[in-house]
Nanobody
Framework: VQLQAFGGGLVQAGGSLRLSCAAS?????MGWFRQAPGKEREFVAA????????LYADSVKGRFTISRDNAKNMVYLQMNSLRPEDTAVYFCAAARLRDGVLGSGYDYWGQGTQVTVSS
């Protein structure tokens, strides 16, 4: 399965962006991660295939919303009230067989899309 993330860009603080990730095949648990310059990759949000259960990092809770469309093999990340500290490359990830809200252990990774939030 290949993943392609898109929708990143430059936005002012307080603004919004919607990231999308297209999977070439069926996947189960899916998530978003991000990596800022000089920092390790960190978990952002996850969603299960069955039931749509979600999990968020504390830093984005209440501002970001993860969703998915199983029929289209898509996962989305709606990002509101963006802050300069949200600036990072955002990656989508997918599990081949495991469902649930997964903080780690993904099998497939997309190439990343840059999000830059100006102050």
């Amino acid at each position: 399965v290949q993943l392609q993330a898109f929708g990143g860009g430059l936005v002012q603080a307080g603004g919004s962006l919607r990231l999308s990730c297209a999977a070439s095949g069926r996947t189960y648990g899916m998530g978003w991660f991000r990596q800022a310059p000089g920092k390790e990759r960190e978990f952002v949000a996850a969603i299960s295939r069955i039931g749509g259960s979600t999990l968020y990092a504390d830093s984005v809770k209440g501002r970001f919303t993860i969703s998915r469309d199983n029929a289209k093999n898509m996962v989305y990340l709606q990002m509101n009230s963006l802050r300069p500290e949200d600036t990072a490359v955002y990656f989508c990830a997918a599990a081949r067989l495991r469902d649930g809200v997964l903080g780690s252990g993904y099998d497939y990774w997309g190439q990343g899309t840059q999000v830059t939030v100006s102050s």
